[in-house]
């Protein structure tokens, strides 16, 4: 399986996510900011990928010899919806607090990450029949994650039990992490991958081409849950053909406390929609809106796939 990041020598790898399927390129960085950089670019992206780099930029912020206080609020600022982020930050500093060390707790959260997705696979290994097609929509798979994925990691796990199954992935415009890296994972690994545009999910349901339906998450909360924009249309569809939809996440991802509408939705920037590869799709006088995320409520949702079991949502 690809590395999605490492520590070494004091610095931290992490695979350029922005280049993939063409390139493999690792960037390294050495400091906090462009731990930064990488998360606000998409270099490094996925909710437990970007939780565990934000541990790692405040061991280089350790190294430095920083303000930790000070540099714990540059690192959650860098994106607002997957909780992880903010998450893994308070994390370390409780443990500074407990004189553990900024890169031990993010070692820490690096060798869990990895536990938690093969847990989150096996729980949810036992909802997918021998046979069964699954849609997926956005990347929750090693790559968005230390390795294996939660979605993905559900995918591996039944493919690994010898279950026959099919993968539908949608492309999931804007930035394409469907087309880009779902179906690159996937198809690294052998097992059966197919690609659709995000529109053609729906009428593949109508069809009864698919029997699953597991996405990742990057907040979970009262009342729901948020996920790559799309989830809500693709758990519309789902609801509409009777078709079980899943959310495969660790306990990390959850956020107790708050609920739907507390949830800021990250609008990013609009030449990710004006632009593909390089090539301007419309002229550059059409004004864009570009939502990262959306929300799908709990009464969309079948069960949330954790480290711990298969839980209602709350
Ligand atoms: O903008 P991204 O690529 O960070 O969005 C990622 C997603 O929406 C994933 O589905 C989510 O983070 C879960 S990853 C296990």
Known sequence: ?????????????????????????????????S???????????????IGVSAAYAMALAELANEDMFYVAKIIKSARPTAVNL??????????L?????????????????KETNRLIGKYGSTVIEDGDTILTHCNAGSLACVDYG????????AWNDGKN?????DETRPVLQGARLTAYEL??????????????????????HIDKVIIGADRVCKGGIANKIGSLMV?????????PFYVASPLSTFDRDSNINDIIIEERNKEEVSCIGGNYITSNDIDILNPAFDIVSSDLITGIITENGIVNPF
């Open 187 to 208: 198809h690294r690994d052998g097992i059966p991958v197919k690609l659709i545009v995000d529109g053609a999910a729906g009428f593949m349901m109508q069809q009864s």
């Open 35 to 49: 731990v930064v950089d990488a998360i606000k670019t998409l270099k490094v992206r996925g909710a437990p990928a």
């Open 97 to 113: 607090n407990n004189n553990i060390s900024a890169i031990s707790t993010a070692n820490r959260l690096f060798l869990e990450d």
């Open 1 to 33: 399986m690809i590395e999605t990041l490492y520590w070494k020598d004091d610095k931290l790898f992490m695979i350029d996510q922005t280049l993939l399927p063409f390139k493999e390129e690792y960037i390294v960085c050495s400091d906090y900011l």
């Open 150 to 157: 939660t979605a993905l990691g559900v995918i591996r796990s």
């Open 86 to 95: 903010m998450w893994a930050v308070d994390e370390v500093l409780s443990g």
């Open 235 to 243: 758990a519309l569809a789902a609801k509409r053909f009777n078709i």
């Open 165 to 169: 199954i099919n993968v539908i992935a």
